[in-house]
């Protein structure tokens, strides 16, 4: 690859956005493909190529303009870029994944084939095979989630067996599902992997969500409460998976921990995600610096933490034309660092931003974290 190459994303939304703001430390240019003429990457990159990321068309054009392509978001149009790979364009991480990750029934048989620990399941396509397909199973409570189309807890449906049984028009799909047995869990955890071309490996500690009453994630908060054997166990079962998708890439895999300290995979999303923000402040490498050392070729980066870290997530609950309400508070708190993405409008559940913390004492960041979730308010205008 030449010395400054061209990185091409496919999605211009908040994950491309802070992957320029640190890519341009090392002056890389980045060209988006976002149907959005103003999404939150618009105003940073160096060329915004307007069109759908589900656009074959879209995507080639991006592909002659770039020297190495990513994405930042899963539901694109993979037989493109499957095709693009063939013809020996540069893509991180194997577009193929794309087409197991896209389908939740797939992923399942994808960790059962790999032995990736994870909860029993079965696939169905309609209502009528879930209720036969559940006489043969001893679940009590399931996780019904479309196969395809669901993110961000859109697309999953919880259950106990009985009450489905008695009204399965409660079920609120049609299509295909995978139907998964509940975990009750102790905690949900989160473990971001970087594996370059050569195989390498950089594993950040695992993330514990910490959960409000309503059972809504109250915040991130990094490292987890969790004992050494399951911190190691997690950051295995990591590699196992990034390894078994033999891909360079960034991968944040989702896990349940159970009463009885077992973890199970839950899902995984092979790009930047969520979970790991608090890497720009928290760590002496965040994760954007790792995808960007891979799609450069360079050695992966430390994934020391600097201090505990957490994140809370701005969420729209309203639409319209909004603003953060409590913004100067935010920032006279030592340690918070506000992102507000820039997106023109607040929707129900759309992030529209986050807030990450730091400080050197746990405790510390827990009651800062709680604090700031108090004050992260959206005002509609
Ligand atoms: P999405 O891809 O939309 O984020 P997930 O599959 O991660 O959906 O499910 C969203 C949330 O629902 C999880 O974070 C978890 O809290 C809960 N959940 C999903 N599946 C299960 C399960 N099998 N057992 C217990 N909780 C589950």
New binding site residues.
């Given amino acids: 690859m030449q010395n400054n190459p061209t990185i091409g994303i496919i999605g211009g939304g908040q994950l491309g956005k802070m992957f320029i703001e640190n890519a341009s430390k090392l002056a890389v240019s980045i060209t988006i493909l976002d149907k959005d003429a103003h999404c939150p990457a618009h105003h940073i990159a160096k060329q915004h190529i307007i069109g759908s990321i589900t656009d074959a068309d879209a995507i080639q054009k991006l592909a002659d303009s770039s020297d190495v392509l990513t994405w930042e978001i899963e539901h694109i149009n993979v037989d493109k870029l499957i095709d693009l790979q063939a013809q020996g364009k540069h893509i991180i991480p194997n577009p193929n994944i794309l087409k197991i990750i896209q389908d939740?029934g797939k992923q399942k048989q994808f960790y059962q084939a790999h032995q990736i620990p994870t909860?029993p399941?079965f696939i169905a396509q309609n209502k009528q095979e879930i209720l036969e397909k559940l006489k043969e199973t001893n679940f009590k409570?399931?996780?019904i989630?479309s196969c395809t189309g669901?993110?961000?807890?859109?697309?999953?449906f919880?259950a106990d067996v009985v009450s489905i049984q008695e009204n399965p028009n409660s079920i609120p799909f049609d299509d295909a599902v995978m139907v998964?047995?509940?975990?009750?869990?102790k905690k949900?955890l989160a473990v971001l992997i970087a594996r370059d071309k050569q195989g390498n490996h950089a594993v950040y500690p695992a993330i514990e969500?910490e959960?409000s009453e309503s059972?809504l994630?109250s915040f991130l908060i990094s490292p987890a409460d969790i004992n050494l054997e399951t911190e190691k166990q997690a950051q295995q079962i990591a590699i196992q998976c990034a390894d078994a998708f033999n891909s360079a890439g960034l991968f944040a895999v989702?896990f349940?921990l159970t009463q009885e300290d077992r973890l199970?995979v839950?899902?995984i999303a092979p790009r930047p995600h969520n979970s790991a923000h608090h890497t720009i402040e928290g760590f002496y490498a965040s994760q954007y610096e790792q995808l960007l050392r891979i799609l450069l070729d360079k050695p992966l980066a430390s994934t020391q933490p600097i201090m505990p870290s957490a994140m809370v997530n701005i969420v729209g609950d309203k639409t319209g034309k909004y603003q953060l309400k409590h913004l100067n508070e935010l920032l006279q708190i030592e340690g918070v660092y506000v992102y507000v993405y820039g997106k023109e409008e607040s929707k129900p559940n759309r992030k529209l931003g986050h807030v990450t913390i730091i400080n050197p004492n746990r405790e510390e960041v827990i009651r800062l974290a709680e604090k700031v979730r108090t004050l992260v308010e959206i005002e509609i205008l």
Avoid: T
């Fill in positions: 939740k909860s399941f409570k399931v996780a989630k669901g993110y961000d807890g859109k697309g999953v919880i998964e047995e509940f975990v009750e869990c949900e969500m959960f059972n994630v989702e349940f199970l839950n899902e």
